[in-house]
């Protein structure tokens, strides 16, 4: 039966949401390739520093800022070049007042040195000496040791999903496997003595099944695994059949179809009797003050969420993005 008050939909997804306990969630360990787009299920603390060393950002000279106060073109300072920095190699000297070492970009900086001067404002006088022809602050065209992300402190929080550049970011500190939700399975469930499957040949008032292949890539983009259990008829028996098994292996039940006034449509009665049995909170609303998807259905069976939806296909659009996307997420864990 319907509600006698049709509720707003913010309404019933609340009384929806509340009805779902928070138990259940499960966690995975994934190789990191594998995570885009999951949820975080623990903080992730930085085992190390990012960069792990002081770096060059530009091509030019390590030396110490102060040794070129005052520089420029007419009145340049002179820098004694000691060694030369190549890429991937320790810096293992240290930089003393006067002294430099030629860097490459992305180079590893000397002990001692504070700041780079670009190629660009250094004149060679000869092998081993320089004109600084401008003069360099403190820290200037040097990334710090730890400046992008510290050592043991948390990096990314627990219910965060993953982008493609916090997944760079991990790998930069040598993580390569991480704790993540499992997707919630979902199963579909499509009703009708007038459903067919899309594949067959039409006969006079028979319909194929679109909504399944709609909710299974729905699901799919808001990381669900759908669950394509088949057609049913408007059979009492049969869909409670249907839907106790697709309760006892997913996640969360969608059932297409039977959800309004009509004499055979049944879905509300049939989930109520199967929360009974195993428990849960049954029907939470049914119908609300929506159009299209007015005779919708919130329920929880044996605490996972059972939501009856109309057949209309534009119908289903309008729930999924109201009501089963939010509910994927919790049980996603965002």
Not at 43 to 66: C, K, M, N, Q
Not at 70 to 96: C, H, L, N, Q, W
Not at 170 to 188: D, H, M, R, Y
């Amino acid at each position: 039966m319907f509600d006698k008050t049709y509720l707003l939909p913010s309404e019933a997804l609340q009384r929806l949401l509340s009805s779902i306990p928070d138990t259940g969630i499960t966690a995975e360990r994934l190789r990191m390739e594998e995570c885009y787009n999951r949820i975080i299920a623990a903080d992730v603390v930085a085992p190390e520093d990012l960069p792990a060393f002081s770096r060059s950002t530009v091509d030019g000279y390590a030396l110490i800022a102060r040794d070129t106060f005052g520089a420029k073109d007419t009145s340049p300072a002179y820098i004694t070049v000691r060694r030369e920095i190549m890429m991937g190699t320790a810096a293992d000297f240290d930089i003393k007042t006067g002294e430099a070492a030629k860097i490459p970009t992305g180079g590893m900086m000397p002990e001692g040195a504070d700041a780079v001067l670009m190629l660009e404002h250094a004149q060679a006088v000869s092998n081993d000496m320089i004109e600084a022809m401008r003069s360099v602050a403190p820290g200037e065209n040097v990334i710090q040791k730890g400046e992008d992300i510290q050592k043991e402190t948390i990096v990314l929080t627990r219910g965060h999903r993953l982008r493609s550049q916090d997944i760079g970011a991990l790998a930069g500190i040598g993580i390569t496997e991480i704790e993540v939700f499992k997707k919630p399975a979902v199963s579909i469930i499509s009703t009708g003595d007038e459903i067919v499957p899309a594949s067959s040949p039409l006969k006079s008032g028979q319909v194929r099944d679109i909504n399944s292949f709609t909710l299974a890539g729905l699901i799919s983009d808001n990381g669900g695994v759908p669950v394509k259990r088949g057609i049913f008829k408007d059979d009492y028996g049969t869909i409670k059949k249907a839907i106790e098994d697709s309760v006892k292996d997913s996640d969360m039940v969608l059932i297409s179809g039977g959800t309004s006034a009509g004499t055979k449509d049944m879905t509300a009665e049939i989930i109520n009797d199967i929360a009974r049995s195993q428990g849960g909170a049954g029907v939470v609303f049914h119908g609300l003050s929506l159009k299209p998807g007015k005779p919708m259905i919130g329920a929880v069976v044996n605490n996972k969420p059972v939501l009856g939806l109309p057949g209309h296909p534009v119908a289903i659009a309008v729930c999924f993005g109201l009501f089963i996307r939010p509910v994927i997420e919790k049980l996603s864990g965002s």
